[in-house]
């Protein structure tokens, strides 16, 4: 079997991917939390069971829209929190097939960003509002954890459980390789061997070795001998970790930070709080600049349809990466202390300079006179020039730092948003 630095070798190369919450939240179109939120019981709930019908759902062109903005993998939610199944399983019926929809929508998804080259996650919910056996009384989170009709209600917890295992080992097993899985989530006890989760590793791995699979099964991956279960990847969201992730060794750790483009993971008609494509890209050189990857959400709507707003996001960032893609696929921190002006990140001898403010003079290399060989702007190859600037003295690090004249080139990252 390989190591965790083996397995997760794609992974830190391709730094960028489309993280995708859908189900049928997207019909309320206020979260993929409204359950919960709004205390609506399993009934309160059926109608969007009832009519879920994504006349629109075509996965070719989500998978389209993501490689052209430059993704290389993507994570779907197979089952979300609300329960519910974007795949046949012959475990519930609580599922797409027996919804208009008619039929298996993950296979769909599988075969489509397969055929566009990405590689392909699942997300699947360990927590579960659904099912008869996950508690619901007193659950800090579940939608009924108030509900005195289910103060004295028995249920059966392990069977819970052989339902979880069952439904990853189909997911597993029916839809070929799949090369992410990523759980969600652990919290107060309900966490690590609760889920029973060494056992289902090593189910995992005996059917697909390769698959990464996140930190939210509630192991600690930062341990200097994690658990089995701790995951390949740590899963920090909504934030960017301001060092990168270290284990308690101090070594580097693989992370991926999950960002949301607007407010919302799943679809919601009036949050219209996007992030610029700008934003997003210094967010992906940020993660990339700590060692880090981005998957960077989408909530399609109750037709299947991904919001035109993020449509023309993605559109924009793809053609910073087509230009400028050297810089962040196979690239990680530099050893270098961040610049005053921007953020470095670097693949073996290169060094990528991005230059967030580039004030009026030309811009310092702190630690690398004599070191730069030549300097180009990536997006057009044009010569830059490494100099040392008239007036150098008034700079106090001149005896061991480079500049680099920006003269007129016009920046990528200044584009129009
Ligand atoms: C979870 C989900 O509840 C949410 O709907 C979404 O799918 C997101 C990607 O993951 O949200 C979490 C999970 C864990 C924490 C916070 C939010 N946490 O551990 O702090």
Same mark, same amino acid.
């Given at each position: ?296 959400? #989408?909530?399609?709507? %109750? ?6 707003? !993020?449509? *023309?996001?993605?559109?924009?960032? @793809?053609?910073? &990466? ?65 100099? #040392?600037?008239?007036? %150098? ?6 005896? !061991?730092? *480079?500049?680099?004249?920006?003269? @007129?080139?016009? &920046? ?6």
């Amino acid at each position: 079997m390989k190591t965790r630095e083996e397995r997760v070798k794609w992974f830190m190369e391709d730094r960028f991917g489309l993280f995708i919450h859908w189900g049928l939240y997207s019909i309320p179109a206020r979260g993929e939390w409204v359950r919960s939120f709004e205390r609506l019981s399993i009934e309160d709930y059926q109608p969007f069971f009832e009519e879920f019908n994504p006349d629109k759902y075509n996965p070719r062109e989500w998978a389209k829209a993501a490689k052209a903005a430059g993704q290389k993998y993507v994570v779907l939610t197979a089952k979300h929190h609300d329960g519910f199944c974007l795949f046949d399983s012959k475990l519930t019926d609580y599922k797409a097939t027996n919804t208009p929809a008619g039929r298996d929508l993950i296979k769909e998804y599988v075969e489509a960003f397969r055929e566009e080259g990405l590689k392909v996650g699942l997300y699947y919910s360990i927590i579960d509002w659904y099912h008869s056996d996950f508690p619901k009384y007193g659950d800090r989170q579940h939608p009924m954890r108030d509900n005195e009709e289910f103060k004295d209600e028995v249920t059966d917890f392990s069977r819970y459980v052989s339902y979880f295992h069952g439904q990853v080992k189909e997911l597993l097993t029916n839809y070929g390789k799949i090369d992410v899985l990523w759980f969600d989530f652990s919290y107060d006890d309900m966490t690590g061997e609760k889920w029973e989760a060494t056992k289902l590793v090593e189910m995992i791995r005996s059917i697909q070795p390769d698959v990464l699979i996140d930190n939210r099964l509630g192991g600690n991956i930062k341990l200097a001998e994690p658990e089995v279960y701790a995951g390949d990847f740590y899963s920090p969201e909504q934030i960017i970790p301001v060092g990168g992730i270290l284990n308690e060794n101090g070594e580097p750790i693989p992370w991926e930070a999950c960002i949301t483009l607007n407010d919302h993971w799943g679809y919601h008609s009036r949050d219209l709080n996007y992030k610029s494509p700008k934003q997003v890209v210094r967010t992906l050189v940020e993660c990339v600049s700590k060692g880090g990857n981005f998957l960077l959400n #989408v909530g399609p709507d %109750a037709r299947g349809v991904i919001p035109e707003q !993020s449509l *023309a996001i993605l559109a924009k960032v @793809g053609k910073w &990466l087509d230009k400028n893609g050297d810089s962040i696929y196979g690239c990680t921190a530099s050893s270098l202390a961040k610049p005053e002006w921007g953020r470095y990140t670097q693949k073996g001898r290169f060094l990528y300079a991005h230059v967030f403010d580039r004030g009026i003079g030309p811009i310092y290399f702190q630690g690398l006179k004599g070191k730069i060989k030549k300097a180009r702007l990536l997006a057009d190859s044009s010569e830059l020039k490494v100099e #040392v600037p008239w007036m %150098a003295e008034q700079y106090s690090d001149i005896e !061991s730092g *480079a500049f680099i004249h920006l003269a @007129g080139a016009a &920046l990528p990252d200044e584009m129009d948003t």
